[in-house]
């Protein structure tokens, strides 16, 4: 209801993405050697590298000649949700010639074309229970990009807290990662059920009982090294409906066949964890709005 009530009052914003394609950027621009920031002026990661610096080499583009750009092209996010608004405010991904990003409620991945603005390809997460109730759809903040044997992999987390790794070429899902989610129209392969990760009882369709708690996602994953890290997120802080949930535990999977590796409690749960001794009144058990 209150998911539903959120995307009635979205009507009417800016249901669209405007990516300008600036020719002198992205496809013309030579490849430049830098210290730090992107490596080619390409865009791997939400804020450019893992460091989060936020910067390019790519200076074809600067204060001199900016009043003199104009678009090229338009890439209209709402054909993928009738409320886009804050879904469609992601940072593409630029990796290998080509722009990645999300689009409505859905978080619906795309790829297109940055010279032309031509859709490439796109993923759709088939419905759920879990999407119609999340209370971050509307907060895709991109993806996330990593080579496995030569193989450019987009990893990306839905709104209903499942992780897919997508064949950044053809947005075929990856064979051998992840295990079979047992909802009609998933793939057999190359998905992750992250509540399975989490430890709590759980149905596959509907998620976790409300009783229970909540948990979601908003930000794509990051990939260090040979693990990729995914956090998550609750209720946002300005409208808590609860006092208690279950904790929001990092978890860290195989990049190369998506099998768990790890789970850090945010909240210790053994006195043999660090900070145990100061959760008094046993409230580690049931204190778990924390990620």
Do not use: C
Request: proline share 6%; charged share 20%; no cysteine.
């Amino acid at each position: 209801m209150r998911a539903q009530a959120r995307r009635r009052r979205g009507a009417g914003r800016l249901g669209w993405i405007t990516l300008l394609a600036l020719a002198l950027a992205v496809t013309g621009a030579a490849a430049q050697e830098q210290d730090r920031g992107t490596p080619h002026g390409e865009w791997w990661y939400q804020s450019g590298d893992a460091w989060g610096t936020r910067f390019s080499p790519l200076d074809q583009v600067n204060a001199e000649n900016f009043g003199d750009l104009e678009v090229a092209w338009v890439w209209r996010g709402d054909n993928y949700s009738p409320h886009t608004n804050y879904a469609s405010r992601s940072t593409p991904s630029y990796i290998d010639g080509v722009l990645y990003t999300v689009a409505g409620y859905r978080r619906t991945v795309v790829a297109m074309d940055p010279a032309t603005g031509e859709t490439l390809w796109t993923y759709r997460e088939p419905n759920t229970e879990r999407w119609e109730q999340s209370m971050r759809a509307a907060y895709g903040k991109g993806v996330a990009y990593s080579e496995v044997d030569g193989r450019g992999v987009i990893f990306i987390v839905t709104p209903a807290f499942f992780l897919h790794a997508l064949d950044a070429k053809t947005g075929d899902h990856i064979e051998g990662f992840g295990t079979p989610v047992d909802i009609p129209g998933f793939p057999e392969s190359g998905v992750v059920d992250l509540l399975a990760g989490l430890g709590h009882p759980y149905d596959p369709y509907s998620g976790l009982d409300p009783a229970l708690g909540y948990i979601t996602n908003s930000s794509p994953p990051i990939v260090v090294n040979d693990t990729i890290v995914v956090g998550n997120s609750h209720e946002q802080g300005y409208s808590q409906s609860r006092v208690e949930n279950v904790p929001g535990d990092i978890l860290g999977y195989d990049l190369r066949n998506g099998q768990l590796k790890w789970k850090f409690n945010v909240i210790p749960q053994t006195e043999s964890e660090f900070g145990f001794d100061t959760w008094e009144n046993d409230a580690w058990q049931g204190t778990g709005d924390v990620s």
